[in-house]
């Protein structure tokens, strides 16, 4: 079957549509952004074995550490069935550690083990060059302000 051309598809676009085009889109065009990024994260991080989520937990916990999970799951912002098993497979790699809080027995603390805390020194080098594959087509200027736009649109001013 032969595939319509654009401008034929255009053709066939019901009147009175024509103001609305999804390239347009702020979330159609984060999404594909994103993609972009996680593509160039991933290829980094696949011969690791790790995904970009991991790798996200491992690098918040190298700033962070210790945090509960609860805490952990909202600075990377994972819903919490989703933080405990990246943290349960982390655990199982020996990347993560827990141990009880000192202050309050009933909190468990996660942080990196040495393991993880080397695996992350070795990787945050990776995730510089995939942050400069994925901005590759601005200007210095225009990088920092797509960062400083990005954090104002997530609300994310400082986590760190």
């Known amino acids: 079957m032969r595939r319509m051309s654009i401008d034929a598809a255009a053709a066939f676009a019901p009147a009175g549509r024509d103001d609305y085009r999804l390239d347009d889109q702020i979330g159609h065009l984060l999404r594909r952004a994103y993609q972009a990024a996680s593509a160039n994260l ?18 918040r916990l190298y700033e962070r550490a210790p945090v509960s999970q609860n ?4 600075l990377v ?12 497979r982390l655990k199982k790699r020996g990347l993560v550690r827990a141990a009880r809080d000192g202050g309050d027995r ?3 603390l996660l942080s990196l083990s040495a393991a993880g805390a080397a695996l992350v020194e070795k990787l945050l080098p990776l995730s510089r060059d995939s942050t400069a594959a994925t901005l590759q087509p601005l200007n210095a200027r ?4 797509l960062r400083d736009l990005l954090r104002r649109i997530a609300g994310a001013g400082s986590t760190g």
């Open 71 to 74: 805490l952990l799951g909202r």
């Open 106 to 108: 009933r909190l468990i």
């Open 77 to 88: 912002a994972m819903e919490p069935p989703n933080i405990r098993d990246v943290v349960m």
């Open 42 to 59: 991933m290829a980094r991080l696949e011969p690791h074995g790790l995904t970009p989520m991991q790798f996200a937990v491992l690098a």
């Open 142 to 145: 225009e990088g920092e302000l």
